[in-house]
């Protein structure tokens, strides 16, 4: 595609310097011919114009110069604004690179704090799942060996206070609370 494009922008561009005297009409239709290539190689509509508008102003008054023929002047006119295009876009395309960036960044922050959320959760979890393994895992044994409400009490729901009492001082210790 760009080599097409290429290939046409360079035999319009080789017409006119072919040429010993360009008049203004001579360049009006050079500039048509480069706005249909621009067109057809599905570059913006808004850009085109403003390129060929841009080139044509400054076309205009630089056939007025002796020194260097019409067509060569026509050619430096539209290699200056290629590349003015092509600096313009580089710094549009460092300024969305910034911005994606940062986006990045808020996106890389936010995954953070859910993540630290969703650890608090299975941090919490975690012991009262080791209770309940350790109390289904033993029910016979406690049948046997707790006899009493108290004892029941102490095992049960003391080691469930005590990992609670744990988990207190590490969040605090750790800056969760």
């Not at 005297?21 to 570059?43: F, G, M, Q, Y």
């Not at 913006?44 to 060929?52: A, D, H, L, Y």
């Amino acid at each position: 595609m760009f080599t097409a494009l290429s290939e046409q922008l360079t035999g319009v561009l080789n017409r006119l310097r072919g040429r010993g005297v360009l008049s203004e009409s001579d360049v009006t239709d050079a500039l048509r011919e480069i706005r249909r290539h621009l067109l057809e190689a599905d570059v913006s509509f808004e850009v085109t114009r403003g390129f060929v508008d841009r080139v044509k102003a400054r076309a205009v008054g630089a056939l007025q110069l002796k020194s260097v023929s019409p067509g060569q002047q026509v050619v430096k006119l539209v290699h200056d604004e290629i590349t003015s295009q092509r600096e313009l876009l580089t710094s549009i395309l460092e300024a969305n690179l910034a911005v994606l960036g940062v986006r990045q960044n808020e996106i890389s922050v936010s995954q953070s704090e859910a993540t630290k959320k969703l650890t608090l959760v299975a941090t919490i979890f975690l012991p009262l799942s080791f209770i309940v393994g350790f109390f289904g895992m033993n029910f016979g044994w406690m049948v046997e060996n707790i006899t009493s409400s108290a004892a029941f009490l102490g095992y049960g729901v003391g080691s469930l206070l005590a990992s609670c009492a744990a988990l207190v001082i590490v969040f605090r210790r750790s800056g969760y609370l």
